[in-house]
């Protein structure tokens, strides 16, 4: 059974630091591309970021683009989102998911984990 869960979020203020974690199982993670999303209430999820699976490739949102690093770590199965000077609206719940290619379609992901809210404030 694949198992994505993400943890890491929280209730922070704008300009500080999370780093949000995906504990996989099920697959061989380390021959999937695995992503990050995010959704806001009323909205479409979206990428935020992406990164294949040696973690040698990575895209990004240009929202994000100098804040936020994604990252895995093969042995332990796990991908990363290290996320720096939050701002308001970065605030959705954000989601990890698992693909067969480096891309920004959600629907091409196949496996998603249950999702962590992030709040910022101002």
């Known amino acids: 059974q694949v198992q994505l869960v993400e943890s890491g979020g929280g209730l922070v203020q704008a300009g500080d630091s999370l780093r949000l974690s995906c504990a996989t199982s099920?697959?061989?993670?380390?021959?999937?591309?695995m992503g990050w999303f995010l959704q806001a209430p009323g909205k479409e999820r979206e990428i935020v970021a992406a990164?294949?699976?040696?973690?040698?490739?990575?895209l990004y949102a240009d929202s994000v683009k100098g804040r936020f690093t994604v990252s895995r770590d093969n042995d332990k199965n796990t991908l990363y989102l290290q996320m720096n000077s939050l701002k308001p609206e970065d605030t959705a719940v954000y989601y990890c998911?698992?693909?067969?290619?480096?891309?920004?379609?959600?629907?091409?992901?196949?496996?998603w984990g249950q999702g962590t809210q992030v709040t910022v404030s101002s």
């Open positions: 990164i294949d699976w040696s973690g040698s490739s990575t």
């Open positions: 099920g697959r061989t993670f380390r021959t999937y591309t």
């Open positions: 998911a698992d693909g067969p290619m480096l891309t920004r379609t959600p629907r091409l992901y196949n496996y």
